[in-house]
């Protein structure tokens, strides 16, 4: 079975090396030349070019760009590609990317494998990276059962946990765990930096430590991918960041009114909360 | 040379546990028997007791209680030892506590070792908690210096780092980089669980993974700690939470107005200020 995938960057070039290790003979495409023979190079693909009509009989394909890519490689490949091609996505974000691309498509299948890492492109490319980590599959009333079929196995055979979930439900779960969090992480970053007594921020920066760290980290990521959540996610983003802002202003407020004993209550139900997301 | 020790949970006991491998005699008092029967079984202290009388002849005094106990140990301190003695405490805010204390003990030297974990108690305490981590010191106008380098001479015998630094300017830093990623992160959990589709928090709950894992773990931690924070840090913690929403609301319009390429500049600074916090 021919495997083609779009995008040889740390999703699309992990995938390569695992589906190789499997026995499949996998086809890459990347725009850059340089991509293309590292690829090779690295036998992330056994094949790569950047004409995406190498890929025209595969059986499968994985496009792996960015979200905003997604759309325009899918109108590029039908003119070269059989009806029965399956081709699938990476992107974090479900809904627009499945409404736009099933109509034109009808073996589209939505995918979101949770398994970034702070590295980026083909040189943070590694083996069983998607080993244990969930693998969301979109599926809606138009999604062919036998297209979900065989995404779901190729997703299986990585070690991946699939799960199966609406494209909507998908983009409302994620904006709680995934979005929101880049967005107050990058908040308190830029929060920081706006003290004006420059004594005091310099003992910020030494003082910090693992609080600042972990709760930071997100907020220092990506910014491309982090403005493409917000964008290709905006309504559910912002639903959760005007949440976010009412509980802060509970936070506030106890603070504000020296609330203390409803404040350590709250910070109680935070703490037993957390678990059940963390398990 | 005889310390003595209030309070015998993470720091109290891992302090404990590395003077006394440095050969200090170590004198230890805990409201509990049962943490006192502990503290000379796994070797904390040399001696054991509740009552406050062990340490009349300690040369330094470490009070390692909760913040709020802090000014009542030291009246209870007062009429049992003599005015020699140099007494120090490692509670996380300053200034209130140097307050305080200070006009009633001159020989009183705030501390703040920077060397928190998750866990707490005496069954916490570890060698070496302290090597390679901030000890803050505050002098102010009254500190005597004797009393100063004293504190100082111990806590770099931990392998720490010393800081000095004016009361007032630690709790600002540290409303920064501690308190107020506690808020923040205790407010993400709380808006998560504040989601009414049961479906959408069910996925939530499946999908939440190191992202989310690391912008909650700080709001997951121990509440009444969290709590004494913001009412002894009140204003630092207020003042650094008012910007942190005019931070947030700066976000939240630029998605509302679409305005995607001020906010992937904004990420791009958030990206690289963070190395300014943790090299």
Redesign the interface.
């Known amino acids: 079975m021919k495997i083609g995938i779009v995008g040889l960057g740390l999703i699309g070039g992990s995938l390569g090396l695992d589906l190789r290790d499997r026995g499949l003979k996998v086809l890459g495409v990347s725009r850059q030349s340089q991509t293309c023979q590292k690829a090779v190079e690295r036998g992330v693909v056994d094949e790569a070019s950047q004409d995406l009509a190498l890929l025209k009989e595969s059986e499968i394909i994985f496009i792996c760009t960015p979200i905003g890519l997604i759309l325009p490689v899918l109108q590029d490949l039908i003119p070269l590609i059989n009806p029965e091609t399956v081709i699938t996505d990476v992107g974090s974000v479900k809904a627009p990317i499945v409404d736009q691309c099933s109509p034109l498509w009808p073996n589209f299948v939505g995918g979101h494998p ?1 398994a ?1 890492t702070a590295e980026q492109g083909i040189d943070a490319a590694q083996r069983d990276l998607f080993v244990g ?2 693998y ?1 599959l979109t599926s809606t009333d138009h999604t062919p059962l036998v297209a979900l079929r065989k995404v779901e196995e190729i997703a299986r055979s990585l070690g991946a946990i699939i ?1 199966i ?1 609406p494209p909507e ?2 983009d ?3 904006a ?3 979005h ?16 004006r ?1 420059t ?2 921020l310099q ?22 991918l ?2 493409m959540m ?2 290709y996610n ?1 309504t559910a ?2 639903r ?13 407020n106890y ?2 009114q ?1 609330n ?1 004993e409803t ?2 209550q ?6 037993q ?6 398990d």
Chains 1, 2 share one sequence.
């Not at 959760?240 to 506030?252: E, P, V």
């Not at 909360?273 to 963390?278: A, E």
């Open positions: 949770m970034g980590r969930s969301v799960e979930c439900i998908h409302q779960a994620v709680w765990i995934s929101l969090p880049v967005m107050i992480s990058a908040s308190l970053i830029d929060a920081c930096m706006s003290e007594e004594i005091v003992w910020a920066q030494k003082f910090a430590s693992s609080g600042f760290r972990d709760t930071s980290r997100v907020g220092g990521g990506n910014p491309e982090g403005m917000a964008q905006k983003v912002l959760s960041l005007m949440q976010y802002r009412q509980s802060l202003d509970q936070f506030i603070i504000e020296d203390w404040l350590e709250l910070l109680k139900s935070t703490q909360v957390r678990n059940q997301f963390l």
